[in-house]
């Protein structure tokens, strides 16, 4: 009796191994097809790179894929609607620098705050390492025109406020100046020494 | 013929065991496959003693806590930093982040939940360790919870047409996830003692429809990721780090499921706990150890997209890839 029943729990067990045999081969050859597929992830990583135009120099430990419109992309909408709001406030700057003290200070004001946001804002944008003296010499140039209009605003009377236009113009055209060398190192194709 | 299993601190079998939450078919068949002391005395006797040594006190800032306490702390913790993730975006109400990387942070965070969830039962099978069997009622509700979270963000901020319905079910992909959801949350009303006492009997088999949600993931995925095959850079594939096989939600999916679906395979457990019960449990590692292996390959890569997903979430700079 116990001869049958020790039979019968043999042929129970025999299906279990066979089941687990099989899936432990088939896994066993995955995992080593695994590894060494992974032997080529480094060929493959430049390939998927220049396939994508992608910016390595943006992708923490390699997994993510910035391309280089995408990082433009991202800049244009930091610097676009910025520049547009100091637009607005030059325009109500120049429209009352004639003739309202309060409101050319508001215009103003609004203006530096728009400038430091600005600022804000590309110091903490992941720029890759090759563009950061450029990005560094915008924000000074963009600083040192904020210091100035800060400035211009604490004017005593509008005289004294307009003697500060030609000088916030000249800082002006240097951020200007600097926008166009970051615009275009930004869009320029990582040299071979930046790859990863 | 008392067993080690018997006196662990979960109740008598068919006494109320609050702890055993979705995926408890398998106690039933455990339990009648529990071994004797007269057996295998050693191994059975070494297992107590791991579910002992955690049931003891220690003393810490004047009161007294349980090792096992500690233990379920430490092991359950991770399964909160999905919603931890989303968590600047929904404070700042930032639509963007939601409607563009809520289904990688907290889908994926839904799907890892659901892993560890079906996970205890296995590790139990190994080795006969019961300690960590709360851990499932609480991947089970973490898992619940991301899944709806996702659900909800993706009806009110997803870009597809329809309004929240379609954009809840509108691509068959999505009408999967959204059943799926449609049966978390019985699972999640019913996931507490009183229910589990009102229920009675009927409690377990609708518990079992976590098996149903485990395959409709498989749909889901597979839709997804047309079916496993990659398209140009059309899929989780294309991460642009020259692993597209490994982010392949589906191989994931795969990956980790078989290590899981094994384990509860009838013969297979017979077969485990016949070793066992011989002493050699050795050798149960050493065929399990392949599945095991990649089990943990496709979890780390589950894991791998969670975390820096969830990282571009978290700093509200969300990643469409």
């Known amino acids: 009796m116990s001869e049958m029943s020790a039979s019968g729990g043999e042929r129970d067990t025999t299906a279990g191994r066979i089941i687990l045999m099989a899936i432990s081969i088939l896994a066993a050859v995955l995992v080593l097809a695994g590894l060494f597929y992974a032997t080529g992830t480094g060929g493959r990583h430049k390939a998927a790179l220049a396939a994508a135009e992608c910016e390595p120099n943006l992708s923490p430990s390699g997994l993510q894929c910035t391309t280089v419109q995408m990082l433009n992309g991202q800049y244009m909408a930091i610097v676009t609607p910025a520049v547009q709001q100091l637009n607005i406030d030059e325009a109500a700057y120049t429209a009352n620098e004639g003739r309202s003290l309060a409101t050319a200070e508001v215009a103003l004001t609004s203006e530096i705050t728009s400038e430091r946001e600005l600022d804000a804002r590309l110091a903490s944008f992941p720029f890759p390492p090759g563009v950061s003296p450029v990005v560094k010499a915008l924000i000074q140039a963009n600083q040192a025109r904020a210091n100035l209009t800060t400035e211009q605003a604490r004017s005593s009377s509008l005289t004294q406020m307009r003697s500060f236009n030609q000088q916030i113009d000249v800082d002006g055209a240097a951020v200007q100046k600097e926008m166009k060398l970051l615009r275009s190192a930004l869009g320029s194709r990582p040299t071979a020494d930046q790859e990863p | ?321």
């Open chain 2, 1 to 321: 013929m008392a067993t080690t299993r018997d006196t662990a601190p979960y109740g008598g079998p068919g006494g109320y065991r609050p702890d055993l939450y979705f995926d408890d078919l398998i106690d039933e068949w455990q339990g009648e496959e529990k071994p004797g002391h007269d057996h295998q005395p050693e191994r059975w006797a070494a297992k107590g003693r791991v579910d002992e040594w955690m049931e003891k006190e220690f003393r810490f800032g004047g009161s007294r806590i349980k090792r096992k306490s500690v233990a379920l702390i430490l092991l359950g913790t991770p399964a909160l930093v999905p919603l931890f993730f989303m968590l600047p975006a929904l404070l700042t109400l930032n639509t963007n982040t939601f409607s563009v990387s809520v289904d990688d942070t907290l889908g994926t965070g839904a799907e890892l939940c659901l892993f560890l969830c079906l996970l205890v039962t296995p590790m139990v099978t190994l080795t006969g360790q019961r300690w960590f069997f709360p851990l499932r009622r609480w991947y089970g509700i973490l898992m619940a919870c991301n899944a709806i979270g996702d659900a909800l963000a993706a009806g009110l901020t997803d870009s597809f047409a329809g309004g929240f319905l379609g954009r809840l079910a509108g691509h068959v992909f999505e009408l999967m996830g959204f059943m799926m959801v449609m049966l978390v949350i019985p699972l999640l009303v019913t996931g507490n003692p009183w229910a589990q006492r009102k229920l009675g009997r009927y409690w377990k088999p609708l518990h079992a429809l976590i098996y149903v949600i485990w395959g409709l993931l498989f749909l889901h995925l597979s839709l997804l990721e047309g079916f496993g095959f990659e398209h140009g850079s059309d899929g989780s594939g294309f991460a642009g780090d020259g692993d597209p096989v490994f982010h392949q939600r589906l191989y994931q999916y795969s990956a980790c499921s078989l290590f899981l679906l094994t384990l509860r395979l009838p013969p297979v457990k017979r077969w485990i706990a016949a070793r066992q019960k011989e002493g050699r449990g050795w050798l149960v590692w050493v065929t399990i150890a392949p599945v095991l292996a990649l089990f943990m390959f496709g979890l780390i890569f589950i894991i791998n997209e969670e975390i820096f997903k969830g990282l571009d979430s978290f700093t509200n700079t969300p990643s469409a890839e």
